[in-house]
């Protein structure tokens, strides 16, 4: 079991930065690899980044060059730096964990409300 807490949202303006943190607990040595995603009202979770135990962080095309996924081992944390944020950047912010062994399985956060006033 892997449990996942978020921090961090909250109301900023547009143009303004947050930062995202996720901590992470339990059989920590199971993940494969972790993410950020978000869920905007009436419409679908989606990637916002995903970040592999190699490090390689793939972001999607609407963050590109705005947010910054890195991970702390030390401290057990994944972060989201959100810079240049807009107000479609509004919408709960959702920590992933996902393991392999010993069966596939996807963990998730409580979610995170971020909302970016225009």
């Known amino acids: 079991q892997v449990q996942l807490v978020e921090s961090g949202g909250g109301l900023v303006q547009a143009g303004g930065s947050l930062r995202l943190s996720c901590v992470y607990s339990g059989s920590i040595n199971m993940i494969s690899q972790m993410a950020w995603y978000r869920q905007a009202p009436g419409k679908q979770r989606e990637l916002v980044a995903f970040i592999p135990n190699d490090g390689n962080v793939r972001y999607s095309d609407f963050v590109k060059g705005r947010h910054t996924v890195s991970r702390d081992r030390a401290e057990n944390t994944v972060y989201l730096q959100m810079n240049s944020l807009k107000p479609e950047d509004t919408a709960v912010y959702y920590c992933?964990?996902?393991?392999?062994?010993?069966?596939?399985?996807?963990?998730w956060g409580q979610g995170t409300q971020v909302t970016v006033s225009s």
């Open positions: 992933n964990a996902f393991s392999a062994v010993p069966v596939p399985r996807t963990y």
